[in-house]
T-cell receptor
Framework: EPEVTQTPSHQVTQMGQEVILRCVPI?????FYWYRQILGQKVEFLVS????????KSEIFDDQFSVERPDGSNFTLKIRSTKLEDSAMYFC?????????FGPGTRLTVL | QKEVEQNSGPLSVPEGAIASLNCTYS??????FFWYRQYSGKSPELIMS????GDKEDGRFTAQLNKASQYVSLLIRDSQPSDSATYLC????????????FGAGTRLAVHP
């Protein structure tokens, strides 16, 4: 079965820099999600995206975060000014038949 | 605050035994429940979904749901060393756009 892909697999950045994480979901699906997992902690919901609009966001998803689907395929998460505490695994997920399937994740390291 | 609780473990079982993983959730109106497996450094992999009270079986895995007790469990029969991983319980709470709330996970260790 086709899988969600994410790039890059690992991103290292300096504090204060902008990063863009990319997700390529299976086409023709409408529901997408971003989650993050800080090392040793729970998987946390960030934002859901339905029909090219944000449908729900968590308290974590503040003004430094944004999501887009710029070209109808790739789905991006942008962090405008990274902080040390943004270091985590970031997963995108797509919903198929009420189930969510996760991509392999991007490990973000903020120095 | 909508929460999902799991025993962090580790749960250690011998190869061939049944592993029993448990999860409780706070929102009585929740409708959808999921078990994911996560190997170290990897993404969550969906194992089972369950929506109705009772048991749902898929191969060596059985999910059990009791909405009155707000309790969901996962049984793994004939446990194998390759089943050693962290098992995450996730709940789709009522009123949201299907966002998942995850428990902290239970680490399972199957020893030969």
């Amino acid at each position: 079965e086709p899988e969600v892909t994410q790039t890059p697999s690992h991103q290292v950045t300096q504090m204060g820099q902008e990063v863009i994480l990319r997700c390529v979901p299976i086409s023709n699906h409408l529901y997408f999600y971003w989650y993050r997992q800080i090392l040793g902690q729970k998987v946390e919901f960030l934002v859901s995206f339905y029909n090219n609009e944000i449908s729900e966001k968590s308290e974590i998803f503040d003004d430094q975060f944004s999501v887009e689907r710029p070209d109808g395929s790739n789905f991006t998460l942008k962090i405008r000014s990274t902080k040390l505490e943004d270091s985590a695994m970031y997963f995108c997920a797509e919903r198929r038949n009420n189930e969510q399937f996760f991509g392999p994740g991007t490990r973000l390291t903020v120095l | 605050q909508k929460e999902v609780e799991q025993n962090s473990g580790p749960l250690s079982v011998p190869e061939g035994a049944i592993a029993s993983l448990n999860c409780t959730y706070s929102d009585r109106g929740s409708q959808s429940f999921f078990w994911y497996r996560q190997y170290s450094g990897k993404s969550p992999e969906l194992i089972m979904s369950i929506y109705s009270n009772g048991d749902k079986e898929d191969g060596r895995f059985t999910a059990q749901l009791n909405k009155a007790s707000q309790y969901v469990s996962l049984l793994i029969r004939d446990s194998q060393p390759s089943d050693s991983a962290t098992y995450l319980c996730a709940v789709n709470f009522s009123g949201g756009y299907n966002k998942l709330i995850f428990g902290a996970g239970t680490r399972l260790a199957v020893h030969p």
